[in-house]
């Protein structure tokens, strides 16, 4: 009996864990966001109504719009840089690990680190970005929404193609020498390996990089606001800027709640979906 008990209990942290720094503040967030909190000194039920608002806010829609095309823009350059550097780093031995290591050095760094580091970098006066653009007779002004956003990209794919590289690299370890050989003897060529051996035995190690850099790309907002604070204009406001702003700068609650839980929404349909094609994908490779 002991040890039919033993893996549920061993799971019981990890619940509780989930339950104080998840579910709990879930739940406080949904009570906020139909309630009115400025109507007197008690919460006042209004029910749909702030879900109503947000939805029919034209900030709310383009705050999305912008952290969707960030996402993208994030996706188009992460993962096919760390396919490549995954590709090209040596198969084993000292030097694969020096370079592991090397790598994983910006994995290291927090958030906010990050921001302030970038910040430096893009400063007109002792930056290195202006530098470096100056040298190659290009302008560089943070009041231009494409050099913002072109930083920005900068400054994510520095922190976390990395974390692409080591999946994919781990992924590529993975293949049995047996595929490699078969191909040598077919004759076939590096783009040909890629296509059909290396690729496809990288689909799961890719739907999951392409979900985590996904869901961090959605919810940036340390790094991002330390740089850009939202600017030039609103041009890097994001849906995270914007619910920051709502919930805890204008301190509007219910709105802010009801923006929380349409973001949570938002966020786990793409997980589920994801989810969805990761699961038939592992049951393929075990059949």
Not at 127 to 156: E, R
Not at 267 to 287: C, K
């Amino acid at each position: 009996m002991s040890r039919l008990l033993a893996p549920p209990a061993m799971l019981l942290p990890a619940l509780l864990v989930m339950l104080v720094s998840g579910i709990v503040p879930a739940a406080f967030v949904a009570y906020y966001s139909v309630h009115d909190t400025f109507a007197g000194n008690s919460f006042v039920w209004v029910g749909a109504d702030w879900y109503v608002s947000v939805l029919s806010s034209p900030e709310f829609w383009r705050a999305l719009a912008r952290s969707l095309g960030f996402a993208a823009l994030v996706l188009l350059i992460e993962i096919p840089l760390g396919i490549y550097i995954a590709l090209r780093l040596p198969p084993s031995g000292p030097v694969a690990s020096l370079l592991i290591v090397l790598l994983a050095i910006p994995l290291l760094a927090p958030l906010i680190v990050v921001g302030y580091l970038w910040k430096v970098m893009s400063a007109p006066a002792i930056g290195l970005l202006p530098a470096a653009a100056g040298l190659l007779g290009l302008g560089y002004d943070m009041n231009n929404p494409v050099v913002v956003w072109a930083t920005l990209l900068l400054m994510d794919a520095w922190h976390w193609t990395s974390l692409v590289v080591l999946l994919c690299y781990a992924g590529l370890r993975a293949i049995p020498v047996d595929y490699y050989r078969a191909a040598r003897i077919d004759g076939a060529g590096a783009w040909a390996v890629f296509r059909h051996i290396q690729l496809p035995r990288l689909r799961l190690v890719l739907l999951i990089a392409i979900l985590l850099r996904l869901m961090d790309s959605l919810m940036i907002y340390a790094e991002a606001y330390v740089v850009t604070r939202g600017g030039p204009g609103v041009s890097t406001t994001f849906l995270s800027h914007e619910l920051v702003q709502t919930a805890t700068v204008e301190f509007d609650l219910g709105q802010g709640g009801a923006m929380s839980i349409i973001y949570l929404a938002f966020v786990l349909a793409i997980s589920w979906a994801f989810f969805a094609l990761i699961v038939p994908g592992r049951r393929g490779e075990r059949a």
